[in-house]
T-cell receptor, first 111, second 113 residues
């Protein structure tokens, strides 16, 4: 079974803090993705990576950065958290253009 | 640009059949995914259509018409556990080996006794 894990299920941070969300997959997948999911807006792609040290912007990259130093790990960074970044964050990995395997999600609250 | 539309909510009766439609306008379209997401959980893969036609997988089937920019997910013999959100997502190549997956906002299906 493919396993995608995320560092926290729930996280509460203060405005202006730097936030790291970690995602690890154990299936040697090339592609990894970060989404956020908000009611009424659906899943929106923040960043994705198709190889180590490679990254591409998704639909809503502003206010976020990513890091992929190892194949199995893809980190999402909020440089200075703001209240409008309160959301559910979902990581996914994929071996190809087909199905994506999602992690359990991190519900981030910024106060 | 990418645009994907699906109904916000649907209700159906246990044991019945329901069809969830999805229309898309996507440049560089390559294929269409359907995912199921139960409340508070991560999405799980249901199907992926690249070619026109119907693909059946147990109680679930998915249809694609590339010329019409249209897909549907058909759920037969509905069970209470099928109550979930169903996400339609279009894949598009954006050149240089890069691709993008755009999700619709999801259809919340409620199955009632």
């Amino acid at each position: 079974d493919v396993k995608v894990t995320q560092s926290s299920r729930y996280l509460v941070k203060r405005t202006g803090e730097k936030v790291f969300l970690e995602c690890v997959q154990d299936m040697d997948h090339e592609n990894m993705f970060w989404y956020r999911q908000d009611p009424g807006l659906g899943l929106r792609l923040i960043y994705f990576s198709y190889d180590v040290k490679m990254k591409e912007k998704g639909d809503i990259p502003e206010g976020y950065s990513v890091s992929r130093e190892k194949k199995e790990r893809f980190s999402l960074i909020l440089e200075s958290a703001s209240t409008n970044q309160t959301s559910m964050y979902l990581c996914a990995s994929s071996p190809s253009m087909r199905e994506q395997y999602f992690g359990p999600g991190t519900r981030l609250t910024v106060t | 640009g990418q645009n994907i539309d699906q109904p916000t909510e649907m209700t159906a009766t246990e044991g019945a059949i329901v069809q969830i439609n999805c229309t898309y306008q996507t440049s560089g379209f390559n294929g269409l995914f359907w995912y199921q997401q139960h409340a508070g959980e991560a999405p799980t893969f249901l199907s992926y259509n690249v070619l026109d036609g119907l693909e059946e997988k147990g109680r679930f089937s998915s249809f694609l018409s590339r010329s019409k920019g249209y897909s549907y997910l058909l759920l037969k013999e509905l069970q209470m556990k099928d109550s979930a959100s169903y996400l339609c997502a279009a894949v598009a190549y954006s050149g240089a080996g890069s691709y993008q997956l755009t999700f619709g906002k999801g259809t919340k299906l409620s199955v009632i006794p």
